[in-house]
């Protein structure tokens, strides 16, 4: 019992961590004027997802698809923090960023037993790693198609807030796939 407590407030401690971090990084960001590779108002969308649904008890799977976007998220933007700050190239900025923001993620999830329950799989699979896995990937698409969008449209996007619009979409998508193979 004494265990569990000190294993929670490790948790909470990490969270608020986390929490400051990303929201200083946010405000940060807020400052410059330079368009960034995906916008920190997709990750405050992700991130306020993500609350909401351990809020109301949502499924590990479903909230780990946020967990998932809002890491890939808060990478590619700290990609392009270093892509500017360094003379990197993008594809190397980008994949140190999101090495060491998966890394991070992985260590916390190891550290307070929040991966690894034998009852919380999935088809084998852990349900927040599949979830994680599928999120990312369900917003890296979304992001890619946003790009693609505006580029066929001479640099221009189609529709306001199509930035923003097109990667939280994707996850909504995932969020209601994952939520038909769980509960239907």
Known sequence: MKSELT????????????????????FYLSLSTKVLAVCP?????????LI??????????????WIGGVVLSTALTFGDFINKKTKLSSLISNTISILISYIFLIITLEMTHTTGLSF????????????????????????????????????????????VVIPVGSLWIATIIAYLVIYI
């Open 52 to 65: 909401l649904s351990r809020f109301f008890g949502i499924d590990d799977l479903i909230m780990s698809i």
């Open 120 to 163: 919380n799989t999935l088809w084998g699979i852990d349900k927040i790693v599949l979830g994680i896995i599928f999120g990312s990937l369900m917003f890296y698409i979304g992001a890619r198609i946003h790009f693609y969008l505006k580029q066929k449209n001479g640099g221009q996007v189609i529709f306001p807030f199509q930035k």
């Open 41 to 49: 108002i997709c990750t405050i969308a992700v991130g306020g997802g």
């Open 7 to 26: 294993i929670n407030r490790l948790f909470l401690r990490l969270f608020r961590s986390f929490l400051t971090l990303i929201l200083s990084f946010i």
